[in-house]
């Protein structure tokens, strides 16, 4: 018991040496480690390299099916010539739409469709443009083309003016700004009516206008502001029509070279079709007096004509005309409630033309009621004729003298003075018929 004693004393005193050296040695090798060296600061100020991140360049080619000989879901789009298409000096189809959205196979729907049929020149021949009912779907961004749902709650569908479009489209080259967004709404609302179509010649004036124009970007308003073409309705299908149109020759010019299409345009497309059955809705938008006033400003913003007015919207029209004259003049609220009615009838240029003239008649059978032509009365049917954009519509008329008495014992139908002139037309002068029936304007 005593041996095994000892040796566990033994043990642990060796143990506690041991611990005891591995202190000691660990402290003096603390005591000999050299402090750590200060960092020094330079005097100049940091700087920071920003590492060069290599940004995708964006392309410079048009878009995919806009792209000379490509053949997208409707349109078969014309390029530089190879001698193996078809050339075509006109006519040509220049269309816009406005939509309620950007994706047609996500439901989005045409709600406004303008179409002029142009010369290779430019000169207008036709147009077409009316607002369109999407069924049921929301018309989209109004801060954009300012067409909300009341506008197009009585409007026609796209299927019903489909005639009105085949017919324009028949034989000519499709002009779009951008024409892969117009061939998409296109081909979907082609697809919705049952319609079918071969491929129609195209051309997209966004690849002719990057060909031929140097300007920052290839957008309309840029191409139009940069050739002096006024804009003046942007947003409006009829406004970007009209600009496109006005581009499209100035374009051809600065191309200096043939065009040819895949797809023969001058072969007719479409069997005929009853045109007018359905009245388009059309609208003037943003008015200006300008120099030449209100009235020339709705009309200039209307297509140029649409057919026959009916009855009633003709005097809806003429009742409202006759309340905004009665102080001799039209201002801007007046002008703007004269375009909705003139919109909701279906009115072009023409129509509302003839119908200020027939205004402008039962002014004039009024004045002469009593077979005297005051200069008052004289100078009252001038400012009408002026409000209505039509000067010089009464040149024709001078004041009359106060009929004696000779004359009207006599029961004469005219009155009796040196400054009498007999009533003509007030376009070729011709006495027996007034403007609005001169042979000439039928």
Known sequence: M?????????????????????????SSSASA????????????????????????????????????GRVGELFSYGGPSSGRGYSHDGPFAVIDVETTGFSPGNGDRVIELAIARVDKNGRIEDEYATLLNPEGRDTGAVFVHGITNDAVKNAPLFSDVLPEVLARL?????????????????????????VATPPLPALCS??????????????????????????????????????????????????QAAIEFGHDPS???????????????????????????????????????????????????????????EDGKIIGDEAKA????????????????????????????????????????????????????????????QPSTTPSNQAVEQGLDEPMGKDVKVRKCGHCRTPGHYRSKCPELN
């Open 206 to 255: 966004l690849w002719l206008g990057q060909q031929t124009f140097d300007t920052p970007n290839h957008k309309l308003g840029t191409l139009a502001q940069h050739a002096g073409i006024p804009l003046v309705d942007a947003h409006a299908a009829l406004g970007d029509v009209r600009a496109t149109a006005a581009l499209l020759p100035l374009m051809l010019d600065r191309y």
């Open 267 to 325: 072969r007719g497309l479409f069997d005929p079709y009853k045109l007018g059955a359905v009245s388009p809705v059309t609208r003037a938008v943003a008015l200006r007096k300008g120099t030449e006033g209100w009235m020339s400003s709705l009309m200039s913003r209307l297509p140029i004509s649409t057919g026959d007015v009916s009855d009633a919207a003709a005097t809806e029209y003429l009742e409202l005309l006759a309340v905004a004259l």
């Open 33 to 68: 480690r050299p402090e750590p060296a200060k960092l020094e600061v330079p005097n100049t100020p940091l700087t920071y390299t920003q590492p060069r991140v290599e940004r995708p360049v964006r392309s410079q080619r048009p878009m995919r099916f806009a792209e000379p």
């Open 338 to 397: 004269l375009a909705k009615v003139a919109g909701r009838g279906g009115m072009g240029a023409e129509q509302v033309r003839g119908l200020n003239e027939r205004f402008l008649e039962m002014m004039r059978e009024a004045a002469f009621a009593d077979q005297t032509l005051t200069a008052a009365e004289l100078g009252e049917l001038k400012r009408a004729a002026d409000a209505l954009a039509a000067p010089g519509y009464f040149d024709d008329l």
């Open 170 to 194: 028949d034989g000519a080259v499709i002009v779009a700004h951008n024409a892969v967004f117009e061939e998409r709404f296109f081909a979907a609302e082609f697809a919705r009516a049952g």
């Open 2 to 26: 005593e041996v095994v004693v000892g040796l566990l004393f033994v043990v642990a005193f060796f143990w506690w040496r041991g611990r005891k050296k591995k202190r000691q040695a660990g």
